[in-house]
């Protein structure tokens, strides 16, 4: 059974940087396409990024264009989220998830099979 643990939150400035990373274990990361997800409380989720099991196609929420960046090393089975220029709006528990190959539904609040998931890692954005 697939399992993720998703790390790298923090608290940091606005303009600032941090990477969240994405560790699978018990199956091969290579078989899945791993979305990054923010939900805030009471709200539905949000798909921030997603890369397909490849790493040869990879999305962007509006947000998220030109600032993040998602990576992966199935080698290492581990998959990352570069964000950079935080800003204040991007505060949130983020969370990775995964679904069998290829990214369809991650920019849909109840959309693909993104069925497992990490516990999720805290950004917050502030001066």
């Known amino acids: 059974q697939l399992q993720l643990v998703d790390s790298g939150g923090g608290l940091v400035q606005p303009g600032g940087s941090l990477t969240l990373s994405c560790t699978a274990s018990?199956?091969?990361?290579?078989?899945?396409?791993i979305g990054w997800f923010r939900q805030p409380p009471g709200q539905e989720r949000e798909g921030i990024s997603c890369?397909?099991?490849?790493?040869?196609?990879?999305y962007y929420a509006k947000s998220a264009q030109g600032r993040f960046i998602i990576s992966r090393d199935n080698a290492k089975n581990t998959v990352t989220l570069q964000m950079n220029s935080l800003k204040p709006e991007d505060t949130g528990t983020y969370y990775c998830a995964a679904q069998h190959t290829h990214c369809s539904g991650y920019a849909s609040p109840h959309g693909g099979d993104f069925d497992t998931r990490g516990q999720g890692t805290q950004v917050t954005v502030t001066s």
């Open positions: 018990g199956r091969p990361l290579e078989w899945y396409a």
């Open positions: 890369i397909t099991s490849s790493g040869g196609s990879t």
